[in-house]
């Protein structure tokens, strides 16, 4: 193993694990030293076993195109991602912060609107969000949480200041892949686990059981917990089977279940109808009832709003909460944890032009070339432009799109993000990453040790969505001597 | 249970059973037409007609000649039966319940659909690699029935695989006899005595039933005892009154089975019933053809008990469910 010093020399980002003379950080000093020790090649080999492992282990993900769905090995970078667990705490209090108020936000938005009445938060642009559901007003559902499962992407600058991205409230994934990542490392390097203080991630599935339970309507039962999948052909079906494995859930489609005139949801056994008291729902709101929103929808369950309206059935995250899951609600979160929590944010939001504003638009329309700008609603990586990669004519065309509908379309600078040392043949090479931590509230509160360490693989690339050819590694949260 | 996962952990066990007999029917077949003077020989097409795709494989026009019918009965992506397809509806089922099975499982029939991506165009290269490669295939598919049996809690999802699998084998158990009985029955020339004898063995080794047959009735092999072997014996897992045996007794542990239990014993009657005195072949066609009727009605009514029932809740109205599922390919 060696660290490919031209790279590095290259590389202006922050690094995760080398600082800026090539030396590893405190954090990461007993995996170099371990990686030192390794006999040449030897990484290499044990790469090779790991793609062994993951074809074997059937471990996927779908990638849609024209030419077909292809069912893709999941790409995986056998050098870890390594954090301080001094830094790690910080970050996770920030997390909960985040999740707290916009909890308190969605609830307020479906119910009084204060946030609004008190002019902290502009009517219109909760008017142009394409994720408020008219159909939720005046629900307010147990504990008052809508978001029941976040992941919050969060990336590192060039100073080392954590930002977060973008907060993901409807049906984020990715976790499947943080707990199978775990798994094969401890499979490939058992040696490491004894000698360096990892901090464990495989409570999960039990933490995210209990969120869910603690959502059932029937008090002191034990509740029937069931995870709605759109079905094989979605790409992150694999990761709902897992999910429902782990937690001893039952993997449902849409065709399973009914409601019937009693407002309660059943699934159908072959003895008969049995009833269905919290849903780990993995489709989006437009589909998961036909009653309500898209009528063409074959995915959902006709009644289920119904059902959830009438308290009979807990529906996980529910219907409506992607509101707060746009990325001009984004911009407002600061505003948001100061109005409901009376405090500052703990993690910082990247600097962000909103293009509903007039001064803020022009600013965005005569620097494309240095912005990243993105629309609001959309997710994986779809719909946006890296000003300083696009090409003119890229650039024109996007120009007109942001004219066209303003309130659609935020702008960030690029920001120089972190890389982390990744395996190309036998040398290490900056690659850029970003993290995705998963946090639940329910009853309780909790956040991953670490998260999805998502990695672009190819040189230079920021890309680092598994649909556009992004990889992922295991993150350690480790604890340091200081 | 789900009645969705019910039905999809039967088809995967049928899916895997159809691929299993399959490829031994393939290599089985290919060694006895080698072994025949060239007079005797009966062509490929036998193997269209067992599989009962005869009908199927016309509509494709394509020549009865070895190469065109092994491409249909392997890789050939259209026929729903042929050993690829099998092999990925079994599969895409597995990973429909995963959480339900050991977990090597889903790894072994994934290595299994990796390899026949890997080799299947190999099965056309010679018939030497052609019979290495159903070899695997037949290995690999025992060793996940083995793990079923070994490693998996004897629950309700396992007897829907036993069901699967039970329906599957006596099906194709009947159709070997049906066919290869009426191709030899029609030649009643004394000259052809020692080569009925060679077709007995074929079928006999087709289902993997020579040496228990040596061992438990004859060394020599006649016509009658094959049959009667192969139809009524009530020890050898692929007869067919073993496999209604085996029907009957996993569909005692399921709830609400007395409609489906009334149809399968009459099925086992029938069987057990059939006596050897003054049968002429047209009547053992009608009798085997009888069999694979009651064995589909006995998937009929799985189905509409436990797939895809019509629905009511303990106090709610009667509701008629439309299966969204489309009815697989049986």
Same mark, same amino acid.
Not at chain 1, 370 to 394: C, F, Q, W
Not at chain 1, 448 to 462: D, E, I, K, Y
Not at chain 2, 222 to 231: A, E, I, K, R, Y
């Given at each position: 193993m060696k660290i490919s010093y031209v790279e590095y020399q290259k590389n202006e980002a922050y690094d995760e694990l080398l600082d800026r003379y090539t030396h590893p950080r405190a954090a990461a000093q007993a995996l170099f030293e371990y990686l030192n020790a390794l006999k040449p090649g030897e990484l290499e080999t044990r790469r090779r076993s790991v793609d062994a492992a993951i074809?074997?282990?059937?471990?996927?993900?779908?990638?849609?195109? @024209?030419?077909?769905?292809?069912?893709?090995?999941?790409?995986?970078?056998?050098?870890p991602r390594v954090m301080a667990k001094k830094e790690w705490d910080?970050?996770?209090?920030?997390?909960?912060?985040?999740?707290?108020?916009?909890?308190?936000?969605?609830?307020?938005?479906?119910?009084?609107?204060?946030?609004? +009445?008190?002019?902290?938060?502009?009517?219109?642009?909760?008017?142009?969000?394409?994720?408020?559901?008219?159909? $939720?007003?005046?629900?307010?559902?147990?504990?008052?949480?809508?978001?029941?499962?976040?992941?919050? =992407?969060?990336?590192?600058? +060039?100073?080392?200041?954590?930002?977060?991205?973008?907060?993901?409230?409807?049906?984020?994934?990715?976790?499947?892949?943080?707990?199978?990542?775990?798994?094969?490392?401890?499979?490939?390097?058992? %040696?490491?686990f004894q000698t360096c203080s990892i901090l464990p991630v495989d409570d999960y599935p039990t933490q995210l059981h209990d969120a869910l339970a603690a959502l059932s309507p029937r008090d002191g039962e034990r509740p029937v917990v069931a995870v709605l999948t759109p079905g094989i052909y979605n790409s992150a079906y694999f990761e709902h089977s897992y999910l429902a494995q782990q937690m001893g859930a039952v993997l449902v489609e849409g065709s399973d279940l009914m409601v019937d005139s009693d407002d309660q949801v059943y699934m159908k056994t072959i003895s008969g109808p049995r009833r269905v008291d919290v849903i780990y729902r993995r489709i989006d709101d437009d589909f998961i009832d036909p009653e309500v929103f898209r009528a063409d929808s074959s995915l959902g369950v006709p009644g289920l709003m119904r059902a959830w309206r009438a308290g009979k059935v807990g529906i996980a995250n529910a219907p409506g909460a992607g509101v707060a899951d746009d990325k001009v609600v984004y911009t407002f979160v600061p505003q948001i944890i100061r109005y409901y929590l009376d405090q500052d944010a703990i993690l910082q939001n990247v600097p962000s032009y909103l293009c509903m504003n007039e001064t803020d638009k022009?600013?965005?329309?005569? !620097?494309?070339?240095?912005?990243?700008?993105?629309?609001?609603?959309?997710?994986?990586?779809?719909?946006?432009?890296?000003?300083?990669?696009?090409? !003119?004519?890229?650039?024109? +065309?996007?120009?007109?799109?942001?004219?066209?509908?303003?309130?659609?379309?935020?702008?960030?600078?690029?920001?120089?993000?972190?890389?982390?040392?990744?395996?190309?043949?036998?040398s290490l090479v900056p690659r850029h990453l970003d993290l995705r931590p998963f946090i639940l509230q329910s009853s309780h509160l909790y956040a991953t040790t670490g998260g999805l360490t998502r990695v672009a693989m190819r040189p230079g690339s920021l890309v680092v969505n598994s649909s556009q050819g992004g990889g992922s590694k295991d993150t350690w949260i480790v604890e340091t001597e200081e | 249970?789900?009645?969705?996962?019910?039905?999809?952990?039967?088809?995967?066990?049928?899916?895997?059973?159809?691929?299993?007999?399959?490829?031994?029917?393939?290599?089985?077949?290919?060694?006895?037409?080698?072994?025949?003077?060239?007079?005797?020989?009966?062509?490929?097409?036998?193997?269209?007609?067992?599989?009962?795709?005869?009908?199927?494989?016309?509509?494709?026009?394509?020549?009865?000649?070895?190469?065109?019918?092994?491409?249909?009965?392997?890789?050939?992506?259209?026929?729903?039966?042929?050993?690829?397809?099998?092999?990925? $509806?079994?599969?895409?089922?597995?990973?429909?319940? &995963?959480?339900?099975?050991?977990?090597?499982?889903?790894?072994?029939?994934?290595?299994?659909?990796?390899?026949?991506? %890997? !080799?299947?165009?190999?099965?056309?290269?010679?018939?030497?690699?052609?019979?290495?490669?159903?070899?695997?295939?037949?290995?690999?598919?025992?060793?996940?029935?083995?793990?079923?049996?070994? $490693?998996?809690? !004897?629950?309700?999802?396992?007897?829907?695989? @036993?069901?699967?699998?039970?329906?599957?084998?006596? =099906?194709?158990?009947? &159709?070997?006899?049906?066919?290869?009985?009426?191709?030899?029955?029609? +030649?009643?020339?004394?000259?052809?005595?020692?080569?009925q004898e060679r077709l007995w063995m074929a079928v006999l080794k087709a289902l993997s039933a020579y040496q228990m047959y040596r061992r438990h009735v004859c060394v020599h092999v006649s016509g009658q005892d094959v049959l009667n072997f192969l139809l009524q014996d009530t020890h050898f897992p692929r007869s067919v009154r073993h496999c209604l045996g085996k029907i009957d007794e996993s569909l005692a542990t399921l709830p609400h089975q007395a409609v489906t239990l009334r149809v399968a014993r009459k099925a086992w009657r029938r069987m057990a019933g059939l006596r050897w005195e003054g049968l002429t072949p047209a009547v053992l066609h009608e009798y085997l053809d009888q069999t694979q009727t009651d064995l589909g009605d006995i998937h009929r009514t799985l189905s509409n008990q436990y797939f895809h029932p019509p629905v009511s809740t303990a106090d709610g109205p009667q509701t008629t469910l439309i299966s969204s599922q489309s009815e697989q390919q049986a």
């Amino acid at each position: 193993m060696k660290i490919s010093y031209v790279e590095y020399q290259k590389n202006e980002a922050y690094d995760e694990l080398l600082d800026r003379y090539t030396h590893p950080r405190a954090a990461a000093q007993a995996l170099f030293e371990y990686l030192n020790a390794l006999k040449p090649g030897e990484l290499e080999t044990r790469r090779r076993s790991v793609d062994a492992a993951i074809m074997a282990m059937g471990i996927t993900f779908t990638v849609y195109s @024209e030419a077909g769905n292809i069912d893709r090995a999941w790409p995986f970078d056998i050098i870890p991602r390594v954090m301080a667990k001094k830094e790690w705490d910080r970050i996770e209090e920030g997390l909960k912060q985040r999740l707290i108020a916009l909890n308190l936000f969605i609830n307020d938005l479906y119910n009084e609107q204060k946030i609004i +009445k008190d002019g902290v938060f502009p009517r219109e642009v909760l008017a142009g969000s394409h994720n408020f559901r008219e159909q $939720c007003r005046g629900i307010t559902p147990r504990f008052g949480v809508w978001a029941h499962v976040c992941g919050t =992407d969060l990336v590192r600058d +060039k100073d080392g200041t954590i930002y977060v991205l973008e907060d993901n409230l409807r049906v984020p994934s990715g976790v499947s892949y943080m707990l199978e990542n775990r798994q094969i490392m401890k499979r490939i390097f058992p %040696e490491i686990f004894q000698t360096c203080s990892i901090l464990p991630v495989d409570d999960y599935p039990t933490q995210l059981h209990d969120a869910l339970a603690a959502l059932s309507p029937r008090d002191g039962e034990r509740p029937v917990v069931a995870v709605l999948t759109p079905g094989i052909y979605n790409s992150a079906y694999f990761e709902h089977s897992y999910l429902a494995q782990q937690m001893g859930a039952v993997l449902v489609e849409g065709s399973d279940l009914m409601v019937d005139s009693d407002d309660q949801v059943y699934m159908k056994t072959i003895s008969g109808p049995r009833r269905v008291d919290v849903i780990y729902r993995r489709i989006d709101d437009d589909f998961i009832d036909p009653e309500v929103f898209r009528a063409d929808s074959s995915l959902g369950v006709p009644g289920l709003m119904r059902a959830w309206r009438a308290g009979k059935v807990g529906i996980a995250n529910a219907p409506g909460a992607g509101v707060a899951d746009d990325k001009v609600v984004y911009t407002f979160v600061p505003q948001i944890i100061r109005y409901y929590l009376d405090q500052d944010a703990i993690l910082q939001n990247v600097p962000s032009y909103l293009c509903m504003n007039e001064t803020d638009k022009d600013y965005v329309l005569t !620097h494309l070339d240095k912005l990243v700008v993105k629309p609001a609603n959309e997710s994986g990586g779809y719909g946006m432009i890296i000003g300083p990669r696009a090409t !003119h004519d890229e650039r024109l +065309k996007f120009a007109e799109l942001i004219r066209a509908n303003p309130r659609n379309y935020m702008a960030q600078p690029t920001l120089s993000i972190s890389t982390a040392p990744t395996l190309d043949g036998d040398s290490l090479v900056p690659r850029h990453l970003d993290l995705r931590p998963f946090i639940l509230q329910s009853s309780h509160l909790y956040a991953t040790t670490g998260g999805l360490t998502r990695v672009a693989m190819r040189p230079g690339s920021l890309v680092v969505n598994s649909s556009q050819g992004g990889g992922s590694k295991d993150t350690w949260i480790v604890e340091t001597e200081e | 249970m789900l009645s969705r996962v019910a039905e999809n952990v039967y088809w995967m066990a049928r899916y895997l059973e159809r691929a299993e007999n399959t490829a031994r029917l393939i290599n089985t077949t290919t060694q006895v037409l080698l072994d025949l003077p060239k007079e005797a020989s009966f062509g490929w097409d036998i193997l269209l007609k067992v599989a009962g795709l005869d009908q199927l494989y016309d509509e494709f026009g394509k020549e009865t000649n070895e190469m065109s019918i092994m491409y249909f009965l392997i890789e050939d992506e259209r026929n729903p039966s042929g050993l690829v397809s099998s092999i990925n $509806c079994a599969r895409e089922n597995s990973r429909t319940f &995963r959480e339900i099975l050991p977990k090597e499982f889903w790894e072994r029939v994934n290595s299994l659909y990796l390899y026949m991506r %890997e !080799h299947a165009p190999r099965t056309f290269q010679s018939r030497a690699s052609r019979y290495e490669v159903l070899n695997q295939v037949i290995d690999r598919c025992q060793s996940l029935s083995g793990l079923l049996m070994g $490693c998996m809690s !004897h629950d309700l999802a396992y007897q829907f695989i @036993e069901l699967g699998r039970s329906i599957e084998r006596a =099906d194709m158990t009947t &159709r070997i006899v049906d066919i290869n009985s009426a191709v030899l029955f029609s +030649k009643q020339d004394m000259a052809l005595e020692p080569l009925q004898e060679r077709l007995w063995m074929a079928v006999l080794k087709a289902l993997s039933a020579y040496q228990m047959y040596r061992r438990h009735v004859c060394v020599h092999v006649s016509g009658q005892d094959v049959l009667n072997f192969l139809l009524q014996d009530t020890h050898f897992p692929r007869s067919v009154r073993h496999c209604l045996g085996k029907i009957d007794e996993s569909l005692a542990t399921l709830p609400h089975q007395a409609v489906t239990l009334r149809v399968a014993r009459k099925a086992w009657r029938r069987m057990a019933g059939l006596r050897w005195e003054g049968l002429t072949p047209a009547v053992l066609h009608e009798y085997l053809d009888q069999t694979q009727t009651d064995l589909g009605d006995i998937h009929r009514t799985l189905s509409n008990q436990y797939f895809h029932p019509p629905v009511s809740t303990a106090d709610g109205p009667q509701t008629t469910l439309i299966s969204s599922q489309s009815e697989q390919q049986a």
